[in-house]
């Protein structure tokens, strides 16, 4: 694999100009993927935030969907945010007929913070990325409600639970890799640190 790899970004709806950045600031060749005839040669593809329902619909409409999940049993996707509910097999509280390209084993629930922590930013320990924390940056973020065996766990945040009088903490698991899968709750391409972007690259050269 060429140390610039051509990975493709899903410009049909989302945060596509943030992810682009990224990526070429992480030793990529960037490509807007708008059509199917765009996903020729890719050696990789990210999936942004934005809406998800939106997103599936538009990527319907463009007859992208079926590509999209045959290409992604061949080359690394990642997805944030709206991108990890697009790659998820199962999503709840999502449109009644939300089509996703799937093959991530997981659950995704969509807006799981509800109102009061409809955004929020979070520093978290990802043991992939090496220290110092990562600061993470959440918008309507869904959370991963399930993984299969299959899915690695790259981090969880910790959220206040009551058990009547007692007080504890739930591990949330918001980062996941499955193989040549990669998706965040969060959206490290609104910080300036690369590391997530570059693990991404990573992955791709040596898929
Ligand atoms: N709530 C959005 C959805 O369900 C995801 C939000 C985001 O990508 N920032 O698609």
Do not use: W
Request: proline residues 5%; hydrophobic residues 45%.
């Amino acid at each position: 694999m060429s140390s610039s790899p051509t990975i493709g970004v899903l410009a049909i709806q989302g945060d596509v100009r943030e992810h682009s950045k990224r990526l070429a600031e992480s030793g990529a060749v960037v490509r807007a993927v708008k059509l199917h005839s765009d996903l020729a040669g890719i050696s990789g593809l990210v999936i942004p935030g934005g809406e998800s329902t939106t997103m599936s619909i538009l990527a319907e409409r463009n007859h992208l969907l079926e590509p999209l999940r045959e290409l992604s049993k061949e080359i690394p996707m990642y997805g944030s945010c709206a991108g990890l509910i697009m790659l998820a097999d199962v999503v709840t509280d999502g449109r009644v007929d939300q089509p996703t390209i799937g093959g991530l084993h997981i659950t995704a629930q969509r807006n799981a913070f509800g109102r009061q922590r409809d955004s929020f930013e979070i520093d978290l320990d990802i043991a992939a990325l090496g220290s110092p924390a990562f600061h993470a940056i959440f918008i309507r973020a869904p959370l991963v409600t399930r993984v299969s065996p299959a899915v690695q766990v790259l981090a969880t945040i910790r959220e206040p639970v009551a058990f009547g009088d007692t007080h504890s903490h739930d591990e949330r698991v918001v980062a996941v890799r499955q193989g040549n899968l990669l998706a965040t709750s969060f959206h490290p391409e609104l910080t300036s640190d690369l590391r997530f972007h570059q693990y991404f690259v990573e992955m791709v050269r040596s898929a």
